[in-house]
């Protein structure tokens, strides 16, 4: 069925696993469980299960990976507390349908009065500053972030945020895609 109908190659569900424990992790800093990279990682290394990969050599590089990504992850994007909120979940009506899902992460700024909502992605290759603006996951965050009756109140979105912790540009930084979505 992922194969057939929806277009999915059904090995990159190893890849989706991997980016179910990152985003756990991410959640679990932000929510103040973790607050250490030692422990970032000791839980890192508890969840890692390398029987899901093909084989040892995929297993051992999205290890690689994923330690690369918890690194960057808290050398940049961190910081925790009362002014962040993660996997907010939001449903609100659109052209007929519900949406609904968790946000990553909101940031709320200007004493509730701005918000700048982040997407982690934890492909290894960004896509380019055009092709963010076109993200479908950062326009419905957007959406949210006005419509949803839970969500609204925290604050008007100033900034919308693709974050790819594996991305790193030629020299080695961290890449952070910004857009901002009116």
């Known amino acids: 069925v992922l194969q057939s109908v929806l277009g999915l190659d059904p090995a990159s569900t190893y890849s989706m696993k991997f980016g ?12 103040g ?3 250490d990279p030692g422990t970032l990682q000791a839980e890192y290394a508890k969840i890692f ?3 899901i990969f093909p084989n040892s050599t995929i297993a051992r590089q999205f290890h690689r990976d994923g330690l690369k990504m918890l690194k960057v992850f808290y050398e940049n994007e961190a910081a925790s507390g009362p002014n962040v909120v993660s996997e907010r979940q939001f449903s609100f009506p659109y ?3 519900v949406l609904r899902g968790p946000i990553d992460r909101m940031d709320l700024k200007n004493k509730g009065k701005a918000v700048i909502l982040t997407d982690y992605k ?3 290759w960004a896509p380019s500053y055009v092709e963010a603006q076109s993200s479908l996951q950062l326009a419905i965050y957007h959406l949210a972030a006005k419509m949803d009756e839970n969500l609204k109140d925290l ?3 100033q900034l ?3 974050v790819y912790p ?7 930084a961290h890449q952070v895609l910004n857009q901002n979505a009116e």
């Open 166 to 172: 594996g991305a790193y540009s030629r020299d080695g």
């Open 33 to 35: 469980r973790i607050s």
């Open 95 to 97: 052209a007929g349908a």
């Open 155 to 157: 604050g008007e979105p």
């Open 20 to 31: 179910t424990w990152i985003h756990a992790l991410f959640e679990a800093w932000h929510e």
């Open 160 to 162: 919308d945020r693709l």
């Open 122 to 124: 934890t492909a290894k």
């Open 49 to 51: 299960d390398e029987t």
